[in-house]
């Protein structure tokens, strides 16, 4: 089955700077790769996502790129701000065969420090 | 907020409890999910519903039976737990179960098994 390896576990910047938070899957099927955020104590929240035919998206301060040869995918945010402060998770996603499982990383804690 | 729902947000049981979680979503979707939030370790899929029918089960111990009688309505009933199976349980639900659909989640509920 898929595995996701999620890198860092924790990162801390200065707000203002970039942060960049990398996965890797094993599993060429996969064509979706979505990006989640989880505040403290609320649910995760989709906030951005990219399919296999792509290899960047931007959404204002935040973009993730897609290595399909290499099965590494990244989130970069830049300019951030101490709402930003939350864990990230990153995922994969096959579409073939009966699995459609959705198969999660370990998550970032990602600080931004005022 | 409120595209899904779960009760309840807390729930302590002894190992000899039977107690029920329960997840509804107002979103008009067809497929619903069964999370394990257990700290430092990624999001586990339990269980898929798809229109009803239940289309994954992601080896799951039998003390945990899922219930999902229309599609709105998702249920996971517990019994004989133990005190590992405490984590945060997250319900979530997408259009269907194709890549690249998005899964929106519940508040989920705390778990405590003593």
């Known amino acids: 089955g898929e595995n996701v390896e999620q890198h860092p576990s924790t990162l801390s910047v200065q707000e203002g700077d970039s942060a960049v938070i990398k996965c890797t899957y094993s599993d060429s099927a996969s064509n979706y790769f979505p990006w989640y955020k989880q505040e403290l104590g609320k649910r995760p929240q989709l906030i951005i996502d990219?399919?296999?035919?792509?290899g960047e998206k931007k959404d204002q301060r935040i973009a993730v790129t897609l290595n399909k040869t290499a099965k590494h995918f990244s989130l970069h945010i830049t300019e951030t701000q101490p709402e930003d402060s939350a864990v990230y998770f990153c995922?994969?996603?096959?579409?073939?065969?009966?699995?459609?499982?959705?198969?999660f990383g370990k998550g970032t804690l990602l600080t931004v420090n005022p | 907020e409120t595209g899904v729902t779960q009760t309840p947000r807390h729930l302590v049981m002894g190992m000899t409890n039977k107690k029920s979680l329960k997840c509804e979503q107002h979103l008009g979707h067809n497929a619903m999910y069964w999370y394990k939030q257990s700290a430092k370790k990624p999001l586990e899929l339990m269980f898929v519903y798809n229109f009803k029918e239940q289309t994954e089960n992601n080896s799951v111990p039998s003390r945990f039976s899922p219930e999902c009688p229309n599609s709105s309505h998702l249920f996971l009933h517990l019994h004989t737990l133990q005190p590992e199976d405490s984590a945060l349980y997250l319900c979530a639900s997408s259009q269907s179960r194709l890549a690249g659909q998005t899964q929106y989640f519940g508040p989920g509920t705390r778990l405590l098994v003593l």
């Open positions: 995922a994969a996603k096959d579409s073939g065969g009966s699995n459609y499982k959705l198969t």
């Open positions: 990219i399919r296999s035919n792509v």
